[in-house]
């Protein structure tokens, strides 16, 4: 029986999910589930593309009869990461001085060797704890004496601790979805590694702060949660930083309580919301530990490190076990980075803390059946908890919401070969000729410090993203002028009827994704479509249109 | 009043400045760094404040030697009377928490009694909007320091400078989307959302934001690297190398994977502008959907 059964999932959620999946016996399999089943080309497509690419991976390349001018640094570097033989790996680097002098290339063929030969200093010695004082004579504060540095190592960490945050006294429904994942993962810990070090297995603790909450704890173990632990008091009613963080890191750092026999939580999650993202920041910068946000998935594995700043000594490489690995799209969208949380000799960091975006786990199905346990947290809040005061709030009116309409013209980055402003103003202008069209925009447009004119600034606005992180739409008819096509894009767009795609670029990954690609510039033929569909016809071409 | 705004140079991910090589991976050699785009807003806000009560307006940021032009974009673009940098080999691939220590013992040696430091939400790179509040949460442990309340995802601000208290609009996110409107006592640290938005009601604000915008231009344009940025290193700070940096950071990156290609689902029908029958099929895709008289 496989992991993952493809025809349970629709493509979008799919393509992230088969990427990480190393066994292709396992591929196989889904792909004749797949075609038993809705025999959907795209998902098949997808497989077959990972089994592709592993089976290159497997196929062992001898690197003694290679010629390592015709790979491509990163191929090198797959190629040699089980290459022991320094020798060889030597031979190389005089092949590569010989041929392109690609310094990328040295420095993985040189690192590799270092890996294997360490770096020749004190090998396999027991490194020494020096005190700041005797390491840096020079400083005459060492920081370890701020407070804020524990330095604590070797402690005992258990459980995966879920922040719950609620609005009007209900879990939100990321909440829910963080339960669902945390139970997830913690049975397949507790599967893998037999519970904790001692063999023990390892639970779901739900947090919920707030006024009047302690109702919910009955839906969080429906969720997932093994225990939850509240805090209510009607100082509590709206989230403020320092009362919630105070809170946190007493349930779980100082708090004298049956059921937490160890000094910090494993593992803790937040939601990546405004608060929930603030709170995870303070509430880790106060255990002395790290974190990733905005994560886009979870997983517990293994970690081979050799970074010098976690191994202690350069050319060590450390075996982590039980590290969450946290992905996590970054740089504006143009990549993935998988960030781990990781001891340093002398120093440990713990919890491992992540924040996920809301939507990215799928809401479970509670199962009141489950048995929990809740517990009161109660200690005094003093006033100097509450420096600020929530004077009123008011609900937000819903917000741009582009689902549902027929039409959806979307907007990229294309906007800026002129004034950005003028691309605006084309696509409200193109939305308008629809009798029910909705304008939207990629996260690009609105991450980019483009200078809008004041009239247009309406439009350039969060809540009109389309994408992983913003709105999925499915309309009729889609138009996207300026758009390159990024995954996360896509996503939010690939189930509309028919899309058309307007750019410059005729490599853009859009057109994979697209039914009509008009290979032109979008400030000539918006205005040329915006003519037609006010006039009924389509005119002819205004200008004479140039061969490049 | 004496604000500080906190600022970091990222890649300038507009198309045409952002370069990829080969396996995707972003070049950071081709790509032009500039000031992150919501560090701009963070200066905005401190901008409005000092039109309205005076003051200085220091603008500070980690990074190596070459941020000075950062600083100096932000001085021309927005405004600053003095500019810091705190640049040293042992705070790079420093993460959130590291970056927080630094600065905030930057923020201690350049005025403990500072009344309001701005820092912008996420940066284009990182994309965490972790530094804010760590950098307080530094504050607020540091014996040397005055404690602050922490006011994120501000939208609008006003200060009472008789009173000394701040009153801000701030977004919450949720199954619901709120605007709290909260008051707290200076000082305070302020993180702009990325709607904040300056006002200026008042004809006198709004001519002196109009000379302060000239004399900054001005300043900016005569600045002397050497001369007019304050540069401090992890002595000057006193700060233990094992606590900044990359050896300071609890949080690796152990991958960079370009965003991966979605398989391809469509055959596109390639058009181009003048081929009149590909246009016409465009259109009479559009047709049913145009907008009645």
Not at chain 1, 237 to 259: G, L, S
Not at chain 1, 314 to 323: A, K, L, M, T
Not at chain 1, 372 to 392: A, C, N, Q, R, Y
Request: net charge negative; hydrophobic share 35%; with cysteine.
């Amino acid at each position: 029986m496989v992991e993952l059964d493809p025809t349970e999932h629709e493509i979008a959620d799919l393509g992230p999910k088969v990427n990480q999946i190393d066994d292709v016996d396992e591929l196989k399999e889904m792909l004749a589930l797949e075609e038993d089943g809705e025999d959907r080309a795209p998902v098949k497509t997808l497989i077959e593309s990972r089994i592709e690419t592993l089976e290159e991976e497997d196929e062992e390349v001898d690197l003694s009869e290679a010629d390592i001018g015709d790979m491509t640094i990163a191929e090198l570097a797959n190629a040699i990461r089980g290459v022991d033989d320094a020798d060889l790996l030597r031979e190389l680097i005089e092949q590569e001085n010989t041929g392109k002098e690609r310094s990328g290339a040295i420095s993985q063929l040189e690192s590799r060797i270092e890996s294997i030969e360490g770096s020749g200093d004190g090998d396999g010695e027991e490194l020494e704890y020096v005190p700041p004082e005797e390491k840096y004579p020079n400083l005459d504060h060492p920081t370890a004496d701020k407070q804020y540095i524990e330095g604590v190592k070797g402690e005992h960490y258990r459980d995966m601790w879920v922040y719950c945050e609620t609005q009007q006294n209900e879990l939100i429904d990321v909440s829910k979805e963080m339960l669902g994942k945390a139970r997830e993962l913690m049975d397949d810990y507790n599967d893998k590694y037999g519970g904790d070090e001692d063999g023990n297995p390892e639970d779901v603790v739900a947090v919920i702060i707030g006024d009047d909450v302690a109702d919910l704890a009955e839906e969080a173990i429906a969720y997932g949660a093994d225990y939850v632990l509240y805090h209510e008091d009607d100082e509590l009613e709206r989230f403020r930083h320092k009362p919630y963080t105070e809170i946190f890191c007493h349930m779980c750092r100082d708090w004298d309580v049956e059921f937490r026999d160890y000094y910090e939580p494993r593992y803790t999650i937040f939601p990546a919301t405004n608060n929930g993202r603030d709170l995870s920041a303070l509430v880790q910068g106060e255990l002395d530990s790290g974190l990733a946000s905005d994560c886009s998935d979870l997983y517990i594995d293994e970690a081979m490190i050799s970074n010098p700043a976690k191994t202690g000594k350069p050319g060590d490489s450390i075996e982590f076990d039980r590290v969450l690995h946290m992905p996590r799209p970054d740089f504006s969208g143009f990549e993935y980075s998988t960030i781990l949380c990781i001891d340093k000799p002398f120093r440990d960091f713990h919890p491992q803390g992540a924040s996920v975006i809301p939507g990215t786990f799928d809401l479970p199905e509670p199962d009141h059946e489950r048995e929990g346990e809740s517990i009161e947290h109660d200690i005094d809040l003093p006033d100097d908890w509450f420096h600020i005061t929530v004077e009123e709030y008011d609900q937000l009116e819903g917000g741009v919401d582009l689902t549902g309409h027929d039409v959806i013209v979307c907007m990229g980055r294309g906007i800026d070969t002129r004034d950005p402003t003028e691309g605006i103003e084309l696509g409200v202008e193109l939305t308008d000729a629809f009798e029910d069209a909705g304008f939207g925009l990629t996260r690009g447009v609105i991450t980019a410090s483009y200078e809008f004119g004041g009239h247009v600034e309406q439009y350039v606005r969060e809540e009109r993203q389309i994408g992983e992180s913003g709105q999925v739409v499915e309309p009729e008819l889609y138009i996207a002028a300026g758009v390159s096509g990024a995954v996360q894009h896509k996503v939010g767009m690939d189930e509309a009827e028919t899309i058309v795609a307007i750019n410059t670029n005729p490599d853009a990954d859009i057109r994979d994704f697209s039914d009509y690609f008009i290979e032109g510039d979008l400030y000539d033929v918006l205005p040329r479509l915006i003519d037609a569909l006010e006039e009924g016809e389509l005119g002819a071409v205004l200008a004479e249109a140039s061969d490049d | 009043m004496h604000m500080v705004t906190l600022t970091k140079g990222v890649p300038d991910f507009r198309e045409g400045k952002v370069s990829f090589d080969e396996d995707g991976h972003l070049e950071r050699g081709k790509t032009p760094t500039v000031m992150n785009p919501n560090d701009k807003i963070a200066l905005r806000a401190a901008l409005q404040t000092k039109v309205k009560h005076g003051g200085t307006v220091s603008l500070m940021s980690m990074g190596p030697p070459g941020y000075k032009e950062i600083l100096e974009e932000g001085m021309s673009d927005i405004y600053a009377d003095d500019l810091y940098l705190l640049s040293d080999r042992e705070m790079g691939a420093a993460d959130t928490w590291a970056t927080a220590m630094t600065v905030a013992t930057g923020l201690e040696k350049l005025d403990p009694d500072v009344d309001l430091i701005f820092a912008g939400f996420k940066t284009a790179d990182g994309e965490t909007g972790h530094t804010g509040p760590q950098t307080n949460w530094c504050i607020d442990i540091n014996d040397e320091m005055e404690d602050r309340p922490l006011i994120t995802h501000v939208i609008s601000l006003e200060v009472d400078e008789e009173n000394r208290k701040v009153r801000a609009k701030r977004l919450v996110e949720g199954d619901i989307e709120e605007i709290e409107t909260i008051e707290a006592d200076l000082p305070a640290f302020i993180v702009t959302d990325p709607e904040f938005e300056a006002n200026y009601h008042r004809a006198e604000h709004r001519l002196r934001y109009k000379d302060l915008r000239t004399e900054t231009q001005e300043r900016a344009a005569n600045l002397d690297y050497d001369e007019d940025v304050t540069v401090w290193n992890h002595e000057a700070l006193n700060l233990d190398p094992d606590f900044i940096g990359l050896d300071g950071s609890p949080t690796i990156v152990a991958g960079v994977d370009p965003i991966p290609k979605g398989p391809s689902e469509r055959e596109a029908r390639m058009v181009t502008p003048n081929d009149d029958e590909g246009m016409e099929a465009v259109f009479e895709e559009l047709k049913p959907y145009a907008a009645g008289d």
